[in-house]
């Protein structure tokens, strides 16, 4: 569980980066979801938008595929959705 400093620093973190996976009308599937798994195991941090033409709650979304990935939401604004999860091989984000 990530406290209100961490997530205040992760998202200072990830305001330079840009998503790397889109929802659309197709929704969530558990392809994407190993997809964002490996993603968050390279990188950490990512984020996702979720397009208009989506059926998805962004909120709702974020908790879905946080749970299938054991990350952590760290914020859901607008489409946008940025997770955390801390790598095993790849660490490199050093929380506060």
Do not use: C, W
């Amino acid at each position: 569980m990530l406290t209100s400093k961490q997530k205040k620093y992760l998202r200072k973190l990830s305001h330079d980066i840009q998503p790397i996976f889109q929802i659309g009308k197709g929704g969530i599937n558990s392809n994407m979801v190993v997809q964002i798994s490996e993603a968050l195991e390279k990188r950490e941090l990512i984020k996702i938008s979720i397009l208009q033409n989506s059926m998805e709650d962004p909120k709702g979304a974020a908790e879905e595929i946080a749970e299938d990935t054991g990350a952590e939401v760290v914020q859901v604004i607008g489409g946008t959705i940025i997770l955390y999860r801390e790598s095993d091989e790849h660490k490199e984000i050093n929380l506060p």
